[in-house]
């Protein structure tokens, strides 16, 4: 069974930086795609970035590509977003989401973390 | 960046009856390879969205036959039919065919 766990949210003050994870499970994580996707407090879906499936390019939202970095770490079969210089509008849950059945489907979607930017 | 419009945005139907929701595109999805990567989800309350459908038409694995996905260039459109309890939720549609990937804003279905 495919399992994507996130962890690493919680409050952060504006301005702060803060890292998220995503362990995968269930199948090979180094043979695919990952995407990180949010969903504000108001039910808004937006799309983040993407890591190819061996961690040499990666795709952002524009408007977050500045303040945003995708990694992973295959040996780990984890994904990572770093956050940086946060903002209240980053208030928000975060998906990690595998790529199976192509690089452009997000198939599998963990279960999100939930960050607050609050001082 | 391609804005998706969903239509309705609450659709209220009986069990056991058909729902459709469209999704319009600012700009043709159809990509340059010739596929078109118009993707469906649902949110059931409380849960992260799960895939129902892809590139338009292809049904995700599990997800039963009621669900179907259609159309081409801007507009698109998923029928449910014979509406369960477990299809209440929100409908997002999901294109990947510009980037950045934008989403829909979504449809809640709920029982009348």
């Known amino acids: 069974e495919v399992q994507l766990v996130e962890s690493g949210g919680g409050l952060v003050q504006p301005g702060a930086s803060l890292k998220l994870s995503c362990v995968a499970s269930?199948?090979?994580?180094?043979?695919?795609?990952m995407s990180w996707v949010r969903q504000t407090p108001g039910k808004t879906m937006e799309w983040i970035g993407d890591i190819k499936y061996d961690g040499s390019y990666t795709n952002y939202a524009p408007s977050l590509k500045n303040r945003f970095t995708i990694s992973r770490d295959n040996a780990k079969s984890t994904l990572y977003l770093q956050m940086s210089n946060v903002r209240s509008e980053d208030t928000a849950t975060y998906y990690c989401?595998?790529?199976?059945?192509?690089?452009?489907?997000?198939?599998?979607w963990g279960q999100g973390a939930s960050v607050t930017v609050s001082s | 960046d391609v804005v998706l419009t969903q239509t309705p945005v609450s659709l209220l139907i009986s069990l056991g009856g058909q729902a459709s929701i469209s999704c319009r595109s600012s700009?043709?999805?159809?990509?340059?390879?010739?596929?078109?990567?118009l993707h469906w989800y649902l949110q059931k309350p409380g849960q992260s969205p799960q895939l129902l459908i892809y590139?338009?038409?292809n049904r995700f694995s599990g997800i039963p036959d009621r669900f179907s996905g259609s159309g081409s260039g801007t507009d698109f459109t998923l029928k449910i039919s014979r509406v369960e309890p477990e299809d209440l939720g929100v409908y997002y549609c999901?294109?990947?065919?510009?980037?950045?990937?934008?989403f829909g804003g979504g449809t809640k279905l709920e029982l009348k």
């Open positions: 989401t595998s790529n199976r059945i192509a690089a452009r489907v997000m198939d599998a």
């Open positions: 269930g199948f090979t994580f180094s043979d695919y795609w």
């Open positions: 590139q338009v038409s």
């Open positions: 999901l294109q990947r065919t510009h980037n950045p990937w934008t």
């Open positions: 700009q043709s999805l159809v990509h340059s390879n010739g596929n078109t990567y």
